[in-house]
Nanobody
Framework: VQLQACGGGLVQAGGSLRLSCAASGRTFIRYFIGWFRQAPGQEREFVSTISQSGGRTAYADSVKGRFTISKDNAKNMVWLQMDSLKPEDTAVYYC?????????????????WGQGTQVTVSS
């Protein structure tokens, strides 16, 4: 599966952004889709993931209650709604796909990665 993320931009603290991840391929429904982010000089970190059916989701503690992941299998799309953004959310955000049946927050468990989209939150 090939992935492409978009929707990043510059926003003030407290604002919102909605990231999109478009997937190609008829096997999209097989995959967990995850969002990760990487700030300059830091390791890539888990943000959120959603199961094949959309029935299971998981979030990093740092974004819980502020970010919401959703998907539409018919459209091969996953979204990350980010509200109440903070300067520490500034990073390049990536979507990734994982062919499995368990929730995972480990970047190494994901097989396919899209290009990142930059999110910058000003204070």
């Amino acid at each position: 599966v090939q992935l492409q993320a978009c929707g990043g931009g510059l926003v003030q603290a407290g604002g919102s952004l909605r990231l999109s991840c478009a997937a190609s391929g008829r096997t999209f429904i097989r995959y967990f889709i995850g969002w990760f982010r990487q700030a300059p000089g830091q390791e890539r970190e888990f943000v959120s993931t959603i199961s094949q059916s959309g029935g299971r989701t998981a979030y990093a503690d740092s974004v819980k209650g502020r970010f919401t992941i959703s998907k539409d299998n018919a459209k091969n799309m996953v979204w990350l709604q980010m509200d109440s953004l903070k300067p520490e959310d500034t990073a390049v955000y990536y979507c990734a796909a994982r062919d499995g049946n368990r929730v995972s927050s480990q970047a190494g468990a994901y097989d396919s990665w899209g290009q990142g989209t930059q999110v910058t939150v000003s204070s």
